[in-house]
């Protein structure tokens, strides 16, 4: 519950005009809204990046208590600034929600063609908005049950330019990656933490299935 009280009625949006559209689309949006102390501030004019719906999947195996996260170059690494210490980032599978599909479904999918995994179960650890002053992007992390013996190897869609490594790797290993530095997607870190909070709890419960 939001304590200010404010809702959708209390932001006016007064000229929307698309800025650039390719790879990602974005819009130049004009708009005001109610200040704190009252009354309303003077226009805006900000930029949007549209990024749609996303959903993360973190594969976890309870019988060997294994994990299962993939490796692929990311350009905004290359920005600049503090960097891991490569554009190559472990993280989570992970795909857009394409119009009409089940977030349940999009983990399903993408867990086959990232990883060629086979997840079930599947139990949602977060959902948020990674970037929401610029960023429509709203994301939701689930953890699902799997079985990574096997599981390995390069996969991904050439005509996308995907280029994916599979990682299979003891819970811990993913753990201490994390610890180190080594992990630094978001997604990621909140979904590696979530599971070494509850990974007992996933043995005891997907152990009697």
Not at 26 to 52: C, D, M, Y
Not at 71 to 88: H, K, L
Not at 91 to 114: D, H, S
């Amino acid at each position: 519950m939001q304590s200010n009280g404010f809702s959708s009625d209390d932001y006016k949006i007064t000229k929307r005009e698309s800025a650039y559209r390719g790879f990602f689309h974005v819009e130049k949006i004009e708009l005001s809204h109610k200040l704190f102390a009252g009354g309303w501030n003077q226009p805006l004019t900000r930029e949007l990046l549209h990024r749609g719906d996303a959903v993360g999947v973190l594969p976890y195996d309870p019988l060997s208590d294994e994990i299962v996260l993939i490796e692929q170059f990311r350009v905004g690494v290359t920005a600049g600034g503090e960097q891991p210490r490569s554009p190559w980032l472990l993280e989570l599978v992970a795909g857009m929600v394409e119009p009409g599909e089940n977030r349940q479904a999009v983990a399903v999918r993408e867990a086959v063609e990232e990883a060629d995994c086979e997840v079930r179960d599947l139990l949602p650890i977060a959902k948020y908005y990674p970037s929401p002053g610029g960023c429509s992007e709203f994301i939701q992390i689930y953890c699902g049950r799997t079985d990574t013996e096997g599981l390995g190897g390069v996969y991904g869609c050439e005509q996308e330019g995907e280029d994916i490594r599979v990682h299979v790797m003891p819970r811990e290993q993913g753990y201490r990656h994390l610890e180190d530095g080594d992990i630094a997607d978001a997604q990621t870190i909140i979904a590696l933490q979530w599971l070494q909070l509850n990974y007992q709890q996933l043995q005891t419960d997907w152990r009697l299935r």
